[in-house]
């Protein structure tokens, strides 16, 4: 069993930069393949960026490529979601999740998922 919980989220104004820290314990981490997902208001949770076992290889949502990096540290049990030039759609809770498969874009893909960190950027 895995246990996620992420951190660093807050308020940030538009234009602005906000790391997002998620750390894991309960199971192996590099075995893991891992997630970001967000939840704005109104909305179904929507994929952001995926990063394998490694962290040699991610991918991305077209709304975030080039402004978002997902990155991890096996050492740290640890993965992040650096965001840049943040958006006001860009308000959401964020969730990191973990699935020993690569390449998932759905929320059913999944296994395991932390509980969410707000983020809100004003404009």
């Known amino acids: 069993q895995v246990q996620l919980v992420e951190s660093g989220g807050g308020l940030v104004q538009a234009g602005g930069s906000l790391r997002l820290s998620c750390a894991a314990s309960?199971?192996?981490?590099?075995?893991?393949?891992m997630g970001w997902f967000r939840q704005g208001p109104g909305k179904e949770r929507e994929f952001v960026a995926a990063?394998?076992?490694?962290?040699?290889?991610?991918f991305y949502a077209d709304s975030v490529k080039g402004r978002f990096t997902i990155s991890r540290d096996n050492a740290k049990n640890t993965v992040y979601l650096q965001m840049g030039s943040l958006k006001p759609e860009d308000t959401a809770v964020y969730y990191c999740a973990a699935d020993r498969r690569y390449g998932n874009l759905d929320v059913g893909g999944y296994d395991y998922w932390g509980q969410g960190t707000p983020v809100t950027v004003s404009s």
């Open positions: 309960g199971g192996t981490f590099s075995s893991y393949a």
């Open positions: 990063i394998n076992w490694s962290g040699g290889s991610t």
